[in-house]
């Protein structure tokens, strides 16, 4: 083996010096705000925030744990904080037409007040108002002013009786009318006496009565004509006088708002409707028992902002439609339900107006209704309060419609990245509303800088949620295991909630050793228990291993068989494990058969590299002549689905060693991908994968031989156990790197790769195998000789088109 090639125990893991740090404990460690390590998201959660141009709201995408939601409610708040306070907002009666409450503006920080006073108001109105309508003063004004009036009625019902009575007859008034009787000595005839009468005389007082009748009619009128003159002197009167009683009221209400158009618009409208109402408070007088102000007269009062709080900052967890849009309550009332303005209640979006709303975006999309409200509220820039049933019921209602709110305010939304490509390939209007993407990282580069935030963040957390303090040690073990999530020595991960959660865990061991601080021992500890909760399926896989049951071979030679290494994923724990890689070959037009994609246990990606496998093998040895080969590969015992493009290598090694006769190493996995033209690209997972192969090679012991090799990029990737890094600094294990396939065949076999002209190398001699195959198909008649893929009429059925994402991080 090369040894030019083989990396040091000093290689495969970063270690932090602990005397490097320039405290003793965290608890000298000033108090850090937000998050680390996020300046790209910040600085475009900066430019949203500062555009006032209508969709540039912000997506904040990344994934869970780097500090999204923190970061952002701490910088939101710190931008907030810096801007005058928005308006305040109410409802109020609309005095024209009811079903449409008003929405009024005020200076941020006054609508609870405006709303006491208009009560004031009111109250006071409802109290001096009848009183003034008693007073002698609007007495005398309402004699005054139809006074003459009446004596003008008076004095055409005085001559009509005079003249009833210069012709022998009385005026008497009746329930129907007035009507006309003869007169006998002063007094109404009776019908006897007018029976008695003789018949000229009869006839003679009815035609007298007949034509008083006549007179009497015109007579009415004229006084019916007096009597609604003098109604509308004295309604004239009435509201005049009401004005004059409340008229100070209002002035100095007004006073109070003379700056705001809106508001004396309304109060000039309230004293108006109080005006053409004013019998209603005058009839209110004389019931004692009602005490609740007219609901007409009252202020709904919104929203409200503290003027020297600068913009509202709201995050809604839970943004149904109607605690994001806001609702119409309704009152049950004898069967049936009524509501009025009062019974507004504002959403998130009505109580982030001129600030910032905060939602998840999942939450937004899988709520009803809400996504498709959301853009419109967006569109219109202005918020409307309307109950979902309206919008569906067969039958309109007749119900309240609340004047919209203008709209002016930031939303966040924050979500992964996938659902981020989603809506911005699926939904048009995302794209004109959202503008502005901020990208939450989850490492960061390692520098003195970064150490110091670090730890100052390690602080913050211990102090904020009381835990005890880390020591220099301690904080140099979380730097390092930060490099391992982040899987780069030169990087450290910014994904703070999972390191929150151990230095938690650390504190309980050092609290079960009645430690004052936390250290590097407390750390390793939380490290072990936290996996040994998670690895049940780990220990149940070696244990298979161990019994034989699953067979992985780590000694010896053998052709047609290499050891290649996966990394299952169960969530919160991964872990390698290896897997044997078979290949059979014979003579025929198959090409590369891949047994698990047939068997459809293999994915898009792990397809593709089958693929790529087969171009190099093409290229390479079938330049002047078709490929005649028939190679069928499997992962041998593996019933789960098979993704990925690192055991590409592995393959392409198991192929040439079944064509040259060629054995490879079994105490070495490999794990790596390639392209076409043999260059080894790097892999994911390389520090679970070599910690797989280890627990392996542990199992039947160390036999100082072992070990896997790795791409060459990957060295700056190993963050291993330390027990695995002392067993190969203890020369036990061994972990080499290497750039090309022809590479990687000479330490799998210890014979020259060479090229497909040298006879005695690997190339040579599968060249000379797949010679013979060609040779033998000679004979077969008709059969067009192609290089074909899969197997043909086997191709399974295509697969919908998967969704765009990111393009994965190796």
């Known amino acids: 083996m090369s040894q030019h090639h083989e990396l040091t125990a000093e290689q495969l893991r970063a270690v932090v010096n602990p005397d490097a740090l320039t405290f003793e404990t965290t608890a000298e460690l000033r108090e850090v705000r937000g998050t680390v390590g996020q300046e790209r998201a910040m600085a475009a959660l900066e430019f949203g925030c500062g555009v006032d141009q209508a969709g540039y709201n912000i997506f904040a995408s990344g994934p869970t744990g780097t500090g999204r939601n923190s970061a952002i409610l701490v910088r939101v708040r710190e931008i907030a904080a810096s801007r005058p306070a928005p308006s305040d907002w109410c409802y109020v009666s609309n005095f024209e037409d009811g079903r449409r409450p008003t929405a009024l503006r005020l200076a941020p920080g006054t609508a609870p007040a405006f709303a006491e006073e208009v009560d004031g108001l009111i109250a006071m109105v409802r109290r001096e108002l009848p009183r003034s309508f008693e007073s002698d003063t609007y007495e005398a004004l309402k004699e005054s002013t139809v006074g003459d009036v009446q004596s003008e009625r008076n004095r055409i019902l005085r001559e009509l009786e005079q003249e009833a009575r210069t012709q022998g007859l009385i005026l008497q008034p009746t329930p129907m009318g007035v009507v ?144 994001l849009l806001g609702r119409l309550d309704y009152q049950p009332v004898a069967g049936g339900a009524l509501t009025d303005f009062t019974f507004i209640k504002p959403g998130a979006l009505h109580r982030a107006n001129g600030g910032f709303l905060i939602m998840q975006a999942i ?253 190099y093998l093409a290229g390479t040895y079938a330049t002047n002549a078709p490929l005649s080969l028939s190679a069928s590969i499997s992962f041998e015992q593996s019933y789960e689905v098979v993704e990925g493009d690192s055991a590409s290598c592995a393959e392409l090694f198991v192929i040439l060693s079944s064509l040259s006769g060629v054995p490879l190493r079994q105490d070495i996995a490999l794990t790596g991908s390639m392209d076409q033209y043999g260059s080894v690209q790097p892999i994911g997972g390389v520090n679970q994968k070599i910690e797989g192969f280890y627990t392996t090679c542990m199992l039947g012991g160390l036999t100082g031989t072992q070990g896997v090799m790795i791409p060459r990029q990957n060295a700056k990737n190993l963050m291993l156990k330390p027990e695995v890094v002392e067993a190969v600094r203890a020369g036990k294990f061994h972990v080499w790197t290497y750039e090309t396939v022809d590479e990687g065949l000479e330490m799998l076999t210890g014979v020259r790769a060479g090229k497909p002209d040298e006879p005695d190398t690997i190339h040579g001699k599968a060249a000379a195998k797949l010679q013979e195959f060609g040779n033998a198909l000679q004979g077969v008649k008709g059969e067009e000789r192609t290089t074909i893929i899969e197997v043909p009429g086997r191709t399974p059925p295509p697969r919908p088109p998967a969704p765009p994402v990111p393009p994965s991080r190796p």
């Open 180 to 323: 006309t009787l003869p007169m006998a000595e002063g007094h109404p005839m009776s019908r006897e006496q007018f029976e008695q009468l003789p018949e000229e005389d009869r006839k003679a007082l009815e035609e007298r009565m007949e034509k008083l009748r006549e007179r009497i009619g015109e007579a009415l009128t004229q006084a019916r004509e007096l009597e609604k003159e003098a109604k509308r002197r004295v309604d004239d009167l009435d509201r005049q006088h009401a004005m004059s009683a409340i008229r100070e009221a209002f002035a100095e209400l007004k006073g109070k708002h003379a700056d705001n158009a809106e508001v004396i618009r309304y109060l000039d409208r309230m004293a108006q409707d109080i005006v053409e109402h004013q019998e209603e408070f005058r009839a209110e007088a004389q019931d004692e028992q009602k005490k609740e102000l007219p609901t007409r007269y009252r202020v709904n009062v919104l929203v409200s902002n503290d003027a020297a709080a600068g913009a509202p900052v709201v995050a809604e967890n839970n943004p149904v439609y109607y605690n």
């Open 363 to 615: 939450d937004a999309l899988t709520s009803p209704f809400v996504w498709e409200a959301l853009k419109r509220t967006l569109r219109s820039r202005e918020a409307s309060i309307e109950n979902i049933g309206e919008q569906f019921t067969p039958i309109p209602a007749a119900t309240l419609r609340p004047e919209p709110i203008p709209l002016g305010l930031k939303v966040i939304l924050v979500g992964t990245p996938l659902i981020y490509f989603l809506l911005y390939l699926y939904d048009e209007e995302f794209r004109k509303l959202f503008k502005v993407r901020a990208d939450f990282d989850v490492d960061m580069p390692q520098d003195e800088e970064v150490l110091r935030v670090f730890a100052e963040f390690l602080a913050t957390h211990a102090r904020n949620d009381g835990l005890r303090p880390l020591d220099r040690r301690g904080v140099a073990k979380m730097v390092e295991h930060a490099k391992r999530l982040a899987g780069d020595q030169e990087k450290v991960s910014t994904r703070m909630a999972p390191l929150a959660d151990l230095v938690a865990e650390a504190n309980y061991w050092a609290r079960q050793e009645g430690a004052e601080v936390i250290t590097d021992r407390h750390v390793d500890r939380a490290l072990e228990q936290k996996e040994y909760r998670s690895r049940m399926l780990h220990d149940r896989l070696y244990e298979f291993i161990a019994r034989g049951d699953i067979i992985v071979h780590t000694e010896g030679a053998v052709v047609g068989q290499v050891n290649g290494l996966a990394v299952l994923d169960l969530g919160d724990y991964s872990f390698g494990r290896p897997s044997r890689i078979t290949c059979r070959v014979t003579p025929g037009r198959a090409g590369v058969i891949n047994v698990d994609r047939e068997a459809q246990l293999a994915g898009a990606i792990h397809t593709k590299a089958v693929l790529i496998l087969t171009g």
